[in-house]
């Protein structure tokens, strides 16, 4: 049982930044793919970023070219760089980890997750 707690999340200005931090219980060293989503109010959970256990990452289009994921197995941590936020990036970010190999895209297939951390952006 894989455990995971966000950190890193507050109340921003549009045009700021914030570094989410995921920890996990365990080694992540092994873990296919580890994930960030993030669900607004009255909005299905969607995918942000993921990376896979050999770096290889994906980008929901709404984020790319202002998030980065990262993942550090020495400190079984992910990490998740937000920049240039805007409003509409408001929502609760969770982080998600998968271990066995498939589509990294879908939600149901990652089979831990954390309480999540509350991202607010104002305008």
């Known amino acids: 049982q894989v455990q995971l707690v966000e950190s890193g999340g507050g109340l921003v200005q549009s045009g700021g930044s914030l570094r989410l931090s995921c920890a996990a219980s365990e080694s992540i060293f092994s873990i296919y793919a580890m994930g960030w989503y993030r669900q607004a109010p009255g909005k299905q959970r969607e995918l942000v970023a993921t990376?896979?256990?050999?770096?290889?990452?994906n980008y929901a289009d709404s984020v790319k070219g202002r998030f980065t994921i990262s993942r550090d197995n020495a400190k079984n941590t992910v990490y998740l760089q937000m920049n240039s936020l805007k409003p509409e990036d408001t929502a609760v970010y969770y982080c998600?980890?998968?271990?066995?190999?498939?589509?990294?895209?879908?939600?149901?297939?990652?089979?831990?997750w954390g309480q999540g951390t509350q991202v607010t952006v104002s305008s």
């Open positions: 990376i896979t256990t050999s770096g290889r990452t």
């Open positions: 998600a980890a998968k271990t066995l190999a498939g589509p990294v895209q879908r939600p149901t297939t990652y089979d831990y």
